[in-house]
């Protein structure tokens, strides 16, 4: 899979909890991507890096935060998990030097009770 | 605010057939088509990709058919498989950061 790896798989978290998804890759790729996937609205892009401490926003970024201290590994957090946000959490990469094709992990499912 | 609509949600066909799906997009700073499958409990994988410079693009049995006066594209898939049985989700990117706004996805059966 592209070198990505995320973690945890599936996560079964309680309403108002902080909830961290991780994303590592071994590929060294300057961009990563967090979408999540929801029934009739295919991925949409919540957050994404395009490098070392540096983020930006993406279409659905209300209620999540990212951070990345390493090359390798971009996290996404949930600062208090909302039931809004039962989801699958897809990363992606995408290599520096114009190239167009992103790749995928193989997804987090996350649920809110 | 969809930026790009796909249609159908979802799709029969029988074995040998042609399926279809079809997407049309509204930013004119799109500027990369990339249709992806995705089988289940997995990631969205690429397809097949084409540039607006080009109206169609032919990889093996799948087909991208392209109009930018009309801001629409589709996908063929030739001689459907029951291994074609996926979602395909049609996309779009633009910008420096290159992200994708995607579609919301066309689930294929493919019967034997």
């Known amino acids: 899979d592209a070198g990505i790896t995320q973690s945890p798989r599936h996560k079964v978290t309680e309403t108002g909890t902080p909830v961290t998804l991780r994303c590592h890759q071994t590929e060294n790729h300057r961009y990563m991507y967090w979408y999540r996937q929801d029934p009739g609205h295919g991925l949409r892009l919540i957050h994404y890096?395009?490098?070392?401490?540096?983020?930006d926003k993406g279409e659905v970024s209300d209620g999540y935060s990212v951070s990345r201290s390493k090359t390798e590994d971009f996290l996404l957090t949930l600062e208090s998990a909302t039931s809004s946000q039962t989801s699958v959490y897809f990363c992606?990469?995408?290599?520096?030097?114009?190239?167009?094709?992103?790749?995928f992990g193989q997804g987090t499912r996350l649920t809110v009770v | 605010q969809q930026q790009v609509k796909q249609s159908p949600q979802s799709l029969i066909v029988q074995k040998g057939g042609i399926s279809i799906i079809n997407c049309a997009y509204e930013?004119?700073?799109?500027?990369?088509f990339p249709w992806y499958q995705q089988f289940p409990g997995k990631g969205p994988a690429l397809l097949i990709a084409i540039r607006p410079d080009v109206s169609e693009k032919k990889e093996g049995r799948f087909t991208i058919s392209f109009n930018k006066s009309a801001k629409q594209f589709s996908l063929h898939i030739m001689d459907s498989q029951p291994g074609d049985s996926a979602t395909y989700f049609c996309a779009a990117t633009s910008g420096s950061a290159r992200q994708l706004t995607f579609g919301s996805g066309t689930q294929l059966t493919v019967l034997p």
């Open positions: 930013n004119t700073a799109f500027d990369y």
């Open positions: 890096s395009y490098g070392v401490k540096d983020t």
């Open positions: 992606a990469i995408r290599q520096t030097g114009g190239g167009t094709e992103a790749f």
